[in-house]
């Protein structure tokens, strides 16, 4: 049994009553989702059960170094029991999209776009970014765009237009074409407080972009400072806006290249297929 996210692996467990082999995929870091996921009563419970079911699992598999990490931290498996296999993405459909149309809300074809895809979610820290924003008002034709929706939308917005920002960041809401906007942007960004692995840099990564990001969690894994990206420490909004400005005037075309390089060999769904496949010989 292959299991994947905090419910599915307390479910996937009772697999070993039966002598079925479990093999936990974990992805999320404890208690920080566990909690940021369930609420501070659901997520202490549900990571309390994580750990006293810990030895039903055969193998941790995580996502990334950081969160195996965060496993042998907080659970203490036998350091055999713990994997780490990179996700591993269906990559193709990043490749030669046709840039998105940004007229209607504003953003015209020459004006260059800053691209955060994520959940409104205090995880993501996009208090952080919007006072980056701030800081770069003078940058001339400089759109911070952010894909995603959830809690912290009408809060978000009520910033935006505090800092007299409306023009120049711009909440879009759930959108089914990312890959188009990632062809229309000239850069990827993500304030994260923490973070596993995340998909939405992968992505960006594959499409061609740089990635401005902060250090949290697996980031550091997939971001190469000085060749396919920038690095800050969370929490920094500052340091976001100087690596938001560095990355305007650098060679974005070479770190893209090197970017989309990087997330083919290493984060494609392929490679992470093969590793499973000996991973579950291994247990059979």
């Not at 894909?147 to 959108?175: F, K, M, S, W």
């Not at 060679?251 to 390089?261: E, I, L, Q, S």
Request: hydrophobic share 50%; with cysteine; proline share 7%.
């Amino acid at each position: 049994v292959h299991t994947r996210t905090i419910r599915a692996d307390l479910v996937g467990r009772a697999a070993a009553l039966r002598g079925v082999p479990v093999l936990n995929n974990i992805v999320n870091l404890y208690p920080d989702d566990s909690v940021g996921l369930h609420g501070p009563v659901a997520g202490a419970v549900l990571t309390s059960l994580v750990r006293r079911t810990g030895r039903a699992a055969r193998l941790l598999v995580a996502n990334a170094e950081a969160v195996a990490a965060n496993v042998r931290s907080v659970f203490a498996p036998a350091p055999d029991r713990v994997r780490v296999v990179y996700d591993g993405l269906d990559l193709a459909r990043f490749a030669d999209a046709a840039p998105a149309d940004l007229r209607p809300v504003g953003i015209g074809a020459a004006d260059r776009v800053a691209l955060c895809v994520a959940r409104l979610h205090p995880q993501k820290a996009l208090d952080d970014l919007i006072a980056a924003a701030a800081l770069l008002r003078n940058e001339g034709g400089l759109h911070v765009v952010v894909v995603g929706d959830g809690p912290e939308r009408p809060r978000l917005q009520t910033a935006i237009d505090r800092a007299a920002l409306g023009g120049r960041v711009h909440l879009l809401g759930r959108r089914d074409d990312i890959p188009a906007l990632l062809a229309r942007a000239q850069l990827f960004v993500l304030s994260s407080r923490f973070e596993g692995l995340p998909s939405a840099v992968i992505e960006a990564m594959a499409a061609g972009l740089p990635v401005v990001a902060t250090t949290a969690g697996g980031v550091p894994e997939l971001v190469q400072p000085g060749r396919t990206g920038w690095l800050v420490p969370p929490g920094e909004p500052i340091a976001l806006a100087d690596a938001l400005r560095d990355a305007l005037g650098a060679d974005r075309t070479a770190m893209g290249d090197a970017a989309r390089d990087r997330a083919r060999r290493m984060f494609a769904a392929p490679a992470m297929a093969g590793r499973f496949a000996d991973l579950y010989s291994e247990v059979s």
